[in-house]
């Protein structure tokens, strides 16, 4: 998580860019799951104090099956000794249009094989209940966290998974797409310190304690060419209020509207909060439930045609808290 390189990676990369649809690729859709589908199946872990275990499939793009007919010319030099000019392929590779998509396929087939269930509101979120053995399972891509709601349960799904795939387990919650997880009495903790230090890398001298800002507004202008800085910070702004960080999801949001003409003013506010973030570090989201209390709660707020005539919404949804 502190960015220290642990292995480098020797890939094959096909030059999908030069690919067609419709001859040799189709679809290339494939889902990723939420934060708050994430954060839903820590409340249930935490509330009955389930199993969980996060894993990482090793080479998910080369063992996923390719339906559509890809040829490619052999690699240069003497890795491969091949008769004729090209090979096709029976397998996805990294580089592929519909690589993901082919992965998505296929990891999906085994858990239905298994005995997993799609969520449809999360396709990347599924289920597993079997008399009163119950799963559940949160995966990006390649990386995932299974939760069940015993030992045994977990060791039967840990076995049938890695009969099919190449898995490599964690059975210690440590981390899961970049968020710190600690496992604090019943619950978890979750933070993103090492995205905050590389949101701070680039201009560490520029961010120093700053006062509040009441009353500030800020105008939008004409637009003019994108400012791709302002543009990188919000994104990874985003990605923190998204996962671990609400607290400064308005403050994102407001600032966003201005990513087409940013200017001095906009700098100085997203400063502001960037500023905030360093100061806040190492703050963190506690995900403790409490099966006492009601199972779920909601707030919400609106105004119509606020300032500069936009109107707004937030909410929050509350689980066992």
């Given amino acids: 998580m502190d960015g220290e390189v642990v292995w480098f990676k020797a890939r094959a990369v096909v030059q999908g860019h030069r690919q067609v649809k419709g001859i040799n690729f ?21 509330a009955y ?54 992965w998505w396929n296929h990891l999906r087939a085994i858990l239905t094989t298994v005995g997993f269930q799609m969520n449809d509101g999360d396709q990347s979120t599924y289920f597993y209940k079997q008399g009163e053995d119950v799963a559940m399972l949160w995966v990006h891509v390649d990386d995932g966290i299974l939760m069940a709601s015993n030992q045994h349960l977990m060791m039967k799904l840990w076995e049938a998974l890695s009969t099919a795939v190449q898995l490599k387990w964690d059975l210690m919650l440590h981390s899961i797409v970049g968020i710190e997880v600690q496992q604090v009495g019943r619950g978890f903790q ?3 310190r090492a995205l905050i230090a590389k949101l701070l890398a680039d201009h560490t001298n520029n ?20 400012d791709r800085g302002y543009l990188s910070k919000i994104g990874m702004i985003l990605y923190l209020a ?59 707020d609106a105004n119509w045609g606020g300032e500069g005539s936009r109107s707004q919404q937030g909410y929050i949804c509350k689980v066992w808290i």
């Avoid at 494939?30 to 934060?35: G, N, S």
């Avoid at 000794?81 to 590779?93: P, T, W």
């Avoid at 700053?210 to 060419?225: D, F, G, I, Y």
Wanted: net charge positive; aromatic share 8%; charged share 20%.
């Fill in 26 to 46: 189709e679809e290339t859709f494939a889902p990723t799951p939420t934060f708050q589908s994430l954060r839903c199946l820590l409340e249930v872990a935490s």
């Fill in 49 to 102: 104090q389930w199993e969980t275990a996060t894993f990482d499939v090793k080479t998910a793009y080369l063992i996923s099956p390719l339906e559509e007919e890809v040829f490619i010319r052999p690699l240069a030099g003497k890795i491969l000794r091949v008769a004729g000019n090209v090979l096709r392929l029976k397998k996805s590779m990294y580089g592929l249009k519909q690589a993901a998509q082919c």
């Fill in 190 to 192: 979750l933070s993103q």
């Fill in 207 to 226: 961010f120093s304690p700053r006062q509040t800002l009441p009353n500030m507004v800020l105008k939008s202008e004409a637009a003019r060419s994108v």
């Fill in 242 to 300: 998204q996962a671990t960080r609400p607290d400064v999801t308005f403050a994102m949001n407001y600032l966003a509207r201005f990513s087409m003409a940013a200017n001095a003013h906009h700098w100085h506010a997203l400063k502001h909060l960037i500023s905030y973030l360093e100061n806040t570090i190492e703050e963190s989201l506690t995900i403790e439930a409490n099966i006492d209390k009601k199972i779920a709660k909601m707030y919400i």
